[in-house]
């Protein structure tokens, strides 16, 4: 794969356990079979990999376009209500925050999410803005150092994952994968609070 292409699968084995560590736990039985929305399909190889896991349904849209895929921005998907996906795989190249705060206004029901944390590059820096925003850090004047920047938006990660509270829902599990690289790999299991 040539390093022109923005996709992440350096450590897919990191990835696709994590898939399958969260699909065994949550989504084995007949009534819970996973129906993913997989918001960043690029080639669709996670999913096509998980074949062992008999999906209920897949929906797979990213902003690249191809044939038979629809080409939109996931977070406009997220971002409205009524979506059912009781699995929601934000495996983007960069910043999955757009999407999991899209996805916490919105949803109501049980869902297990996968997001990819990339080196964010954002306006010439390696920390995540939309991420220190959501935490009420902003800098419209001052410019921070990328390593301060960088460090604060690690520590701003934890404060994301807590969020659901606010909009009814509950992290029931996180867990994340082990890799060397610079992306990192999370699962989460939410629930409504009052389940």
């Known amino acids: 794969m040539s390093s022109s292409k923005k996709t992440d699968n350096h450590n897919l ?6 898939r ?3 699909l065994r736990k949550y989504h084995c039985i007949q009534e819970n079979r996973p129906d993913v929305l997989d918001c960043c399909q690029a080639t ?13 349904g897949y929906w797979g849209v990213d902003l690249k376009p191809k044939k038979g895929r629809l080409s ?4 406009k998907i997220l971002d409205q209500p009524g979506w059912t996906q009781n699995v929601v795989d934000v ?7 757009k999407h999991w705060f899209a996805l916490l206004r919105n949803c109501k029901h049980p869902v297990t999410v996968f997001l990819t944390i990339g080196l964010v590059k954002v306006g010439g ?15 419209e004047r001052l410019k921070i150092p990328n390593a301060l920047g960088s460090k604060v938006s690690d520590l701003v990660i934890k404060h994301a994952l807590l969020t659901p509270s606010k909009h009814g829902m509950r992290p029931v599990e996180v867990m994340e994968a082990p890799n060397a690289g610079n992306a990192r790999y999370l699962g989460v ?3 409504p609070r009052d389940s």
Not at 44 to 56: C, H, K, S, V
Not at 72 to 75: A, L
Not at 91 to 97: E, F, M, N
């Open 91 to 97: 495996d983007t190249y960069g910043s999955p925050w």
């Open 13 to 18: 084995p990191a990835k696709l356990e994590l």
């Open 125 to 139: 820096g390696n920390y995540d803005r939309a991420l220190l925003a959501a935490a009420g850090i902003t800098f």
């Open 72 to 75: 939109i921005d996931s977070v």
């Open 20 to 22: 399958r560590y969260f």
């Open 44 to 56: 669709g190889r996670i999913w096509r990999t998980l074949f062992e896991f008999p999906l209920a």
């Open 189 to 191: 299991r939410l629930e």
